[in-house]
C-alpha cells in the first residue's frame, strides 16, 4: 500500500488494519507529504513491517527497494491518492519511492483518490484519471459527502471497509474471460453543411468505463466511437466514427465476431435529410430542416438470426424511465437494457425547441435531484431484463460499469444455462 499526502492518510491506517484481518500482508510506502500528516510509525505498527519512504536510501535499497517491492507485491493500492500522485504516475514521473514504485509494478494497480471536490472535477485530473484507466489501472471512488476544506461532493477517500470489500472481491476468475465484446460509445454528429452539425451531450465516459470494465473483466474489446475527447484503452480495438450510418456500419461489420453487444452511444434518432454543399447563409427568419429517421442500430443486433450477440441496451430517459424502458427491451428484442435519467441540466426552452439537440427534445417536467447521465463522471442505472431488474445507486462511472459488466455476465451465464437445459 503506498499512501501519498492528504488528510484521508488518516483512514489508511485503519485500512492496513482491515486487510491484514481478511489475512493479507502489507508492506506500506509513504511519501514525504503523508509523514506530515501521520507517522511512518503508525503505519508499522499497523502492517507489522518497517515502513519504505525513500527511493535513494542505501539500507532500504539493500533490502526492499523500489524493484523488489514491485516484484513481491500481489497488488498495488494507493490510498489515499492525491491529485500530485496521480498527475505523476499517468504521465510517467518518478522522482520519489512512490511513484517509481508504480512505474516498476507490473502487478493489479488500484488508487483511491481523495481530494477536494473542485480539484476532482478539474479537467486535468480527469484526463489523468482517464490516462490511468486506459493503462488499466482501477480507480476505486472517490466517494460523495462533506470534506475536511469543509466542501461538500466527490472528492473524499472511499471508506477503508468499502476499499478493503472492493479489493478482497476482485474476482480470481474473469468474469468475461475468453469473450469478445463489442460496445458503442459517445455521441453522433449529422451534417448540416460543411461547417454545422446536430449532435447531443454524450461525452463517451459510460461508454468508455464499459470498455476498461470489460477488458479488467478478460474480454477482448472493440470500441466503436463517436467523437470525443477521451483516450482509448490502449488494449482495446477502436473504430472511430462520426454519423449514426457510420456507426451503423461499424457495428455491424464486426458484431458477427463477438458475443456480447453494449450500445452505450448516443445514437442521432433523426438525421437531415440532405446535407448542404456550402455553409447555409442567414437570409429568412425562420428555416425548417426535414429530418429522416437513423437506422437502428441497436435493434439491427437484436433482429440478427445469426451470430446474435448477447444484447444490452441502454436507454436515456427525462420522464417516465421505467415504461420506456421496458417498452425498449421489448420492442427491440434485448437481453437487458441499463436505463439512466438525462437531461437535469437545466436548459431555457428555446433553445430545447428551436436549437440543434433535436434528437432529445422534451417539453415535460425534468427530475432534478441528482446529476448522472450525459456528460457526468457519476451515474445511476436501472437495469431490466425480462425476468428481473437491478438498480445500481449513483457512483463513479468507472466503477458501476464494473457492476453492470459482472451483471452482464451473469444474465448472459443464466441466459445459456437456460437455453442448454431447455
Ligand atoms: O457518454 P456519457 O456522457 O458518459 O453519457 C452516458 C449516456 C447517457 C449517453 C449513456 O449512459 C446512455 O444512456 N446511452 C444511450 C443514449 C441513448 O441514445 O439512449 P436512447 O434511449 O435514445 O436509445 C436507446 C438505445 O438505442 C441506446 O442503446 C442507443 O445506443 C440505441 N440506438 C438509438 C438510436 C439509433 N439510431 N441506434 C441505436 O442503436
Redesign the pocket.
Known sequence: MAVSGGIAAYKSAELVRLLRKQGATVRVVMTHSAMQFVSPLTFQALSGHPVHTELLDTDQENAMGHISLARWADALLIAPATANTLAKCSHGLADDLLSTLYLAASCPVYVAPAMNQAMWHKPVTQENIQKLLSHGVTVIGPAQGDQACGETGFGRMSEPVDICRYLMNQPVVQCLSGLKVLI????TREPLDPVRYIT????????YALANAALKAGAKVTLVSGPVTLSAPVNADLISVET?EQM?AAVMSKVAEHDIYI???????YSPASIENQKIKKQSEQITLTLVK??????DVAGLDNHRPFTV?????THDLEH?ALD?LRR?NLDMI?A?W?GQVSLNPPFTKGGMQLD?VSDTPRRTSEKG????DQ?ALQVYWNTGSKNLAMTD?NQLAELLISLIAERREQKTHEKNTA
Do not use: C, Q, W
Open positions: 458503442s460509445a459517445g455521441p447531443n451531450r454524450s461525452s463517451g465516459k459510460m461508454g449514426a451503423h450500445g452505450a452511444a448516443a445514437v442521432a434518432d437513423t437506422k437502428d442500430i441497436l435493434a441496451g441502454f436507454a436515456a430517459e420506456y425498449k427491440k441499463a439512466n438525462v432529445k447521465g450525459f456528460d457526468s451515474n462511472k
